[in-house]
């Protein structure tokens, strides 16, 4: 499979991540206004009964698991959305030939640590809800941990694929 | 870097000018540039072979090494 131009492996993922962060964009947006609405959701119905002259008894129930759920989520849906900005950035230099440059590395570290909060946050999430007794799932996937740890070598090759780049480039 | 280039004086005393030397060893002006400034990390051994050849020099006349330099280098 070529590495550049149409039909390559670069310029297909390019594409999955780009749809990728549409997705992401929607559901982001979709969370944050059902944060807005949810809480006053049936003051609005209410409302709309009111005027309609009917009655209404709301069973919607907004509870701890929700609260710290939606904000997981929102951790989660902002850390997916940095890391593929960072891998689109990424995607592009090696469109233009120039994968092997320090601004890659720190891209890469920056992924790293983004992946890492994501990851942090989680556990953080599930011990404030054995706190409070929540029912939120508490696990700690080591694949994901060796995908942050993978993430943070890749960083360091690029960085001494920089350096020798840099080195080759001021050879006579 | 503790080690310097002369190009610019032998140049200077064998009366040709970048560009010539550039046309005669086959590197590019950028490249003999980044030599001439002293910004080359590495010289390969074929490119000072040529530049000897064409300027009638040894490697010595081009390349100099700074015992200063190193000392500031090693104090930073």
Request: with cysteine.
């Amino acid at each position: 499979m070529r590495a550049l131009g149409k039909g390559s492996l670069a310029s297909i993922l390019a594409v999955l991540l780009h749809i990728t962060r549409i997705i992401l964009w929607i559901a982001f947006i979709a969370l944050s206004i059902a944060i807005i609405t949810i809480p006053v959701l049936p003051v609005l119905i209410k409302l709309v009964a009111g005027i309609d002259g009917g009655s209404f008894s709301s069973d919607i129930n907004i509870d701890t698991d929700d609260i710290l759920d939606i904000v997981l989520h929102f951790v989660t849906f902002g850390v997916l959305i940095y890391s593929i900005n960072r891998l689109l950035e990424i995607l592009k230099t090696l469109r233009f030939g120039t994968p092997f440059v320090k601004e890659n590395a720190v891209r890469f570290t920056r992924v790293g640590f983004a992946l890492m909060i994501g990851e942090g946050a989680k556990l953080m999430f599930g011990i404030i809800s054995v706190i409070v007794d929540a029912n939120l799932e508490m696990e700690i996937e080591l694949i994901s941990w060796l995908a942050i740890a993978a993430v943070f070598v890749l960083a360091a090759v690029f960085r001494e694929g920089a350096r020798m780049k840099e080195e080759q480039d001021l050879t006579v | 870097m503790s080690i310097s280039v002369k190009l610019d004086r032998v140049l200077l005393d064998h009366g040709m000018s970048l560009t010539e030397l550039s046309e005669r060893v086959g590197v590019t002006i950028a490249n003999l540039s980044i030599l001439k400034t002293g910004k080359a990390k590495a010289i390969r051994f074929s490119t000072l072979e040529a530049i000897c050849r064409e300027l009638n020099c040894q490697p010595g006349d081009i390349l100099f090494f700074d015992d200063e330099e190193l000392a500031v280098e090693a104090a930073e």
